[in-house]
């Protein structure tokens, strides 16, 4: 089990290295400790809750006749969902990208509620409508996977950082060589060197 801290690189101490070299020989499976990561899920919470919304905005939009067979709507707002999926993709662009995740989903959320009004009253919707061309049932599975997917891209990001955030810490103050490497009694770290130099293995050990 690798613990990391903020001060330095495990890396930097020579016992760290020589335990983990012994655990590497022995195809020990190595794991890094992390914090709990509860933000992620909470973030990704907060973006599917546009989604539930919007559909009931959007069913009640199409059952006061207000976007009644407005087929250039359900396609610009096709469009603007295929635009949020590009920003996704491209995050690190965009200084807020959880107005791009939440305004996804919510747009998914107000289609999806049009999509439900037309599978509750399939007469409702004129031949040369939009939803003669995307099936209503159909619609509303991949509107409500598209969901979902923003609210994952989100608790993907708050992942990503903390993979970072973990990954600048076993790096800090870590030169890639075994001898640079410190120990409070520098006897320890002679033994340690020689033990990895008889056996051949000071470049296997830098590299893993």
């Avoid at 020589?18 to 909470?42: D, N, V």
């Avoid at 250039?72 to 469009?79: E, H, K, Q, S, V």
């Amino acid at each position: 089990l690798v613990v990391p801290n903020s001060r330095c690189s495990i890396y930097t101490r020579i016992w760290c290295v020589y335990e983990a070299y012994l655990s590497y020989s022995w195809h020990k499976t190595i794991f890094t400790a992390t914090k709990p990561q509860r933000t992620p899920w909470l973030m990704a919470l907060k973006v599917l809750v546009f989604c539930p919304l919007a559909v009931g905005i959007g069913f009640a939009g199409n059952a006061s006749g207000i976007v009644d067979g407005a087929s250039r709507l359900y396609l610009a707002l096709t469009i603007a969902i295929f635009l949020c999926f590009t920003a996704t993709m491209y995050g690190r662009v965009f200084s807020n990208v959880f107005v791009v995740h939440a305004l996804g989903a919510g747009l998914c959320g107000l289609l999806a509620g049009f999509s439900w009004f037309h599978i509750l009253h399939p007469r409702a919707a004129p031949r040369e409508s939009f939803f003669a061309v995307v099936p209503p049932r159909v619609g509303a599975v991949y509107l409500a996977i598209g969901s979902f997917g923003f609210a994952f891209a989100e608790a993907d990001r708050f992942f990503e950082r903390a993979a970072e955030t973990e990954a600048a810490q076993l790096r800090r103050g870590y030169t890639g060589h075994l001898r640079d490497a410190q120990s409070a009694i520098l006897a320890d770290k002679q033994r340690i060197l020689q033990e990895i130099q008889h056996r051949g293995q000071e470049a296997e050990v830098e590299r893993a």
